[in-house]
């Protein structure tokens, strides 16, 4: 999904999240896992305001396992519950909901108080384009789920997704704006394809990202391509080319190629599993 973002569509998208929060007990705020500073809307602590909220680190199982912990350590030490998911083997798919009832257990115990039983959790899922809402939001109700229908003091536009008896999703989740002027920013979500390539040239994108992750993670590049680490990039990718067969005009490599041989074998993991920043890099982010 490609969104263009301006001024007057944030307004809008705000807006619509904060009525959205009106209806709402949680908000489930989904980050790449392999990214989780650069997939995270700038404003959203902002926008959900006190709304309480649960931290979600999906395509855990594209990201390193070490550095999933550390984020979710790092969560923890700010007091936010954060959990490495990943939506195609459902890993703590199952933990959310207990997760939600304990972050709020002093408001249900309070509604058990005031005589409100049996109403539905209900979560919002807020996240970036790409990051994988729809496919969370489908996993999580386990597809077959149907909708339940609008209901009384609900605005007739909503669906909720029943998720158990006592736990519902909003069937729209809000889609948010990344971070747009920060250079690192911009390139991580290029390399996870979360924003256009098109920022960069793909073989200049595919340098950049060899340049960094032959710093972070030189076993990965020398396993899978069978290349040697050296100090020019570029001369990197063009071993990645020689290895792969990418050549034209009888002996040239096809950087094209090479580049998006590497991209998308990173996309997709085969590269291994590999973070792009940790709890280290932060600035401000929380
Ligand atoms: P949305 O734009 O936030 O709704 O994102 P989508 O649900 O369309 O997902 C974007 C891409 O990420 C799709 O190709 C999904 O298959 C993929 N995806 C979503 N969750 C996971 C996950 O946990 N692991 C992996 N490897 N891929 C995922």
């Known amino acids: 999904m490609n969104i263009q973002w301006y001024p007057g569509h944030m307004v809008k998208t705000k807006r619509q999240i904060s009525e959205s929060l009106k209806l709402i007990d949680v908000v489930i705020e989904l980050l790449d896992a392999r990214a989780p500073i650069s997939s995270k809307n700038p404003d959203i602590d902002e926008i959900i305001s ?18 999933n912990k550390e984020w ?39 509604d058990i108080n005031k005589g409100i039983i049996g109403r539905p959790v209900r979560a919002l899922v807020v996240g970036i384009p790409n990051v994988g809402k729809s496919t969370f939001i489908n996993k999580i109700a386990n597809k077959s789920t149907a909708q339940t229908g609008d209901r009384p003091g609900v605005t007739k536009s909503k669906q909720w997704i029943k998720v158990n008896n006592e736990f519902e999703l909003m069937d729209t989740p809000g889609i948010l704006w990344p971070k747009f002027d920060d250079e690192m920013v911009a390139l991580h979500l290029a390399y996870i394809k979360a924003i256009k390539e098109e920022i960069l040239d793909i073989v200049e994108l595919s340098i950049k990202f060899i340049d960094e992750i032959k710093k972070s993670n030189p076993n990965n590049l020398k396993d899978r391509f069978k ?23 009888g002996s040239e490599i096809d950087m094209y190629r090479a580049a998006n041989v590497l991209m998308e074998e990173f996309r997709i993991g085969k590269l291994g599993r590999i973070s792009l920043e940790t709890p280290n890099m932060i600035i401000g982010v929380e």
């Open 227 to 249: 290349i040697e680490i050296k100090d020019d990039p570029t001369e990197m990718l063009k071993d990645i080319g020689r290895k792969r067969g990418c050549i034209v005009a």
């Open 50 to 67: 006190n709304k309480p909220k649960i931290v979600i680190l999906n395509k855990a199982d594209l990201a390193d396992e070490k550095i």
């Open 72 to 110: 979710i350590n790092f969560y923890k030490s700010i007091n936010i519950v954060a959990l490495d998911v990943d939506c195609i083997t459902g890993k703590n798919i199952n933990k959310i909901f207990p997760s939600i009832k304990n972050i709020i257990k002093n408001k249900l115990q309070k």
